[in-house]
């Protein structure tokens, strides 16, 4: 096994599993190399050196769930809970736009109730910024509470698989949450005409090379076009708090194998990643992502949305990013930055 199965790969857009297995684990650094090489080229050939940014609002951290690895899950009581009002969220659009950015992303806790009020938030987004994208990341919801936000104007959904092995799947999550359960809302989005956004943490306690595989494989056969995949970092309030954060090399090779697999799909370079890693932006961005996820949530509220421990240090002010991306050679996306692709 060598570096030929990068050919391989970027020619035919699949590998087998010893191939995926091989590019995944090997210590070869050059291979490790030339597999972000390969994949950079790829960004570059599809979308030139542009980087899309898209800005994040967490508006809620109340949350009816109770993901093991999550520290906004419903059980972790240190957490104040806030909700944003509906003019609150629409400054923050306003502070996007006049910076810049074309796509709004609006992340919450899983909450139903709260999801349905969004609705017309949603709807007074769309009529005040016509050419904006509205992008959702709210958890998994009745389809009819999906559909009634797609009507108001939203246009894209992150929904992580999270894993892709159904046991491994459980052992993450509370009972009565299943892989299946997942896969149902992902595909009752896409049908409702959402852009439709996947993926999956790294080093996640118990998860396994064979797990990751599944995970490519997944995202190979359902072809999201979008894919958020960020190390696994542990939050001290929850029953995962005392295992070992993922791998940021394992993430950026994640990345380009992403991107070889689904040469079109928009890939951001993670928060978490940048948690773990110092410019880890840039470095996603040279392993083939091309998203990047400011945070543009009020500092009064930010404390609060702490998934993983060290989030809220992580971010860098956007016109120093803005700086470093053009000094890097980076140009930024002018429009919505939608998929491309087929
Ligand atoms: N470490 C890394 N990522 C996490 N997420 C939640 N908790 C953690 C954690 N401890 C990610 C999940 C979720 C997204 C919103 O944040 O993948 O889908």
Redesign the pocket.
Known sequence: MNGACIDVLRTRRSLDDAGLRYLLCTDDRDTVRALHAAAREETNSRFGRVVWLRALIEWSNVCRNDCL???IRRSNRSVRRYTMRPDEILSCCERAWDAGLRTFVL?GGENPAAAEGLAPVVAGIRAAWPDAAITL?LGELPPETYALLRRSGADRFLL?H?TADPAHYARLHPAGMTLEGRLACLRALRSLGYQVGMGM?VGSPFQTEDDLLADLRLLASFRPEMVGI??????QDTPLGTFPPGSADRTLRLYSLVRLLLPDALIPSTT?LSTLLPDGWRAGLAAGANVIMPDFTPAEYRGEYA??EGKTASGIALSVLIEKLAAAGYRIGAGRGDYNGN
């Open positions: 690895y999550c520290g992340q990341s992580r999270e943490m960020g190390p696994f970092i542990p939050q978490a998934l993983y």
